[in-house]
């Protein structure tokens, strides 16, 4: 672990937007655990989601006191690793051959480290209402009596408003993992007859061998006639694929705790008809005017109206929004649409997704979606594979 808080700037962002509005954080959400510990952690999915009573939790002063860093005993190793926190605190989860106590082990567990970085009995404590378990929220009330909970959330969504340079550093590698993805992709669009299934499995293990390990990847890959309308997430599936069928891939990956998400559509087999290059075009079209309009001083919602016009002169209308902002999490705020006035600011990083689809009875659908950093001069595409039309 880093015992040198003044490396971490994620965390001096915080302190600097909370300052004021409470003297010290409990965070349990997955998003600003990882964010604020450098710790990558885990989705409860599978046994993890029920071996230990809540995930993993961080703590801090507002001031210039400790910090602390909690996990399943599971996770301990993983956390020595990674966190950038002084402290680290564990509770239990599932045990063979003896019994645990994951519930009173977590809240021992918040209390300790609460105690660690210096709450009061008679201070405001930051917390996430819609991350924080009931029992801790209790617990806290019965161990810490005089103390105000106050909703940090708003401030923290302002502080990952803009990325610092190691975050994104962590967003080009990510995109890089998502551009592996997408060359798979169009490697396998060459050849008709490949099953979903088989694709996708080949997908993700070349993101898999270029990431160095097994990493979370969701999203979706349909061909043929599912491209015509979103039903998010709409495949894979078992079928096999013909020549002339559409192929569209939306696909995010996570890597050490940051999030790729990236789309591509091809036509299978043979070269795109002028019916095809339509809608892809079309796409294409409001991905780039939406991407122009990311530069500091707009405003979000300026972006969709530009991506809305490229679709007006293709003689299509929009479909969905035009994309988010990403980080810790995959769908991160501010978002282009009609109604988001938030200034665009260097350091913002983006995922534009205009779709164009032909609707129910059709034959196709596109959508293209790349990443894209703000940088002082204007949008950088951080994706560097190339449409598939």
């Given at each position: 672990?880093n ?10 962002k ?17 998003h ?14 599978g046994?993890?989601?029920?071996i230990?009573?809540?995930g ?5 002063s ?17 956390a ?8 680290l605190v ?6 063979s ?6 519930r009173?082990t977590?809240l021992?567990?918040v ?8 709450l009061?009995r008679?201070?405001?404590l ?9 029992g801790a ?17 708003p401030?923290l969504e ?5 990325k ?7 967003l080009?590698?990510?995109?890089y ?8 992709l169009a ?8 099953n ?6 080949v ?13 979370p990847?969701?999203?979706?890959l349909?061909?043929?006639p ?14 096999a ?5 559409a ?10 705790g940051?999030?790729s998400d990236?789309?591509n559509?091809?036509?299978i087999?043979?070269e ?5 290059r339509?809608y892809a ?18 405003l979000?919602?300026?972006?969709w109206?530009a991506a809305?016009?490229?679709y ?5 209308q ?13 769908n ?9 006035h ?13 779709g164009a ?7 196709f ?8 950093l703000?940088t002082p ?13």
């Amino acid at each position: 672990m880093n015992t040198n808080n003044a490396t971490n700037e994620e965390l001096g962002k915080a302190r600097e937007e909370l300052r004021g509005l409470c003297d010290t954080v409990l965070l349990s959400s997955v998003h600003h655990v990882t964010y604020i510990s450098g710790f990558e952690a885990p989705h409860a999915v599978g046994v993890g989601a029920v071996i230990v009573y809540a995930g993993a939790f961080a703590a801090f002063s507002v001031g210039e006191g400790g910090t602390c860093l909690g996990v399943s005993v599971g996770n301990a190793e993983q956390a020595k690793r990674e966190s950038r926190l002084d402290g680290l605190v564990t509770f239990e989860g599932f045990e063979s051959f003896r019994q645990a106590d994951p519930r009173g082990t977590y809240l021992e567990g918040v209390r300790n480290a609460l105690a660690q970085v210096g709450l009061g009995r008679a201070s405001r404590l930051g917390i996430e209402p819609n991350a924080l378990p009931y029992g801790a929220a209790d617990y806290i009330a019965r161990h810490f009596s005089g103390v105000t909970l106050v909703d940090a959330t708003p401030a923290l969504e302002r502080v990952r408003l803009t990325k610092t340079a190691r975050e994104i550093g962590l967003l080009r590698r990510a995109a890089y993992i998502g551009d592996v993805g997408h060359r798979a992709l169009a490697d396998l669009c060459k050849t008709a007859g490949l099953n979903e299934f088989d694709m996708w499995g080949v997908i993700t293990a070349r993101m898999n061998q270029a990431a160095g390990r097994e990493i979370p990847c969701v999203g979706e890959l349909v061909t043929g006639p599912r491209t015509t309308t979103v039903n998010y997430p709409g495949g894979p599936r078992n079928r096999a694929t013909a020549i002339g069928d559409a192929a569209l891939m939306d696909i995010s990956q996570r890597i050490d705790g940051y999030w790729s998400d990236v789309t591509n559509t091809h036509v299978i087999g043979r070269e795109a008809n002028a019916h095809e290059r339509k809608y892809a075009r079309a796409s294409q079209a409001a991905f780039a005017a939406a991407c122009d309009n990311l530069r500091p001083g707009k405003l979000a919602s300026e972006a969709w109206a530009a991506a809305d016009l490229a679709y007006t002169q293709h003689g299509l209308q929009m479909p969905h929004y035009m994309g988010h902002q990403i980080g810790v999490v995959v769908n991160e705020l501010p978002r282009v649409v009609p109604y988001d006035h938030t200034p665009i600011q260097a350091g913002m990083v983006f995922s534009l997704e205009p779709g164009a689809y032909e609707g129910p009875g059709g034959t196709f659908g596109a959508r293209s979606e790349k990443m894209v950093l703000v940088t002082p001069s204007g949008p950088e595409v951080l994706s560097q594979f190339e449409w598939g039309i």
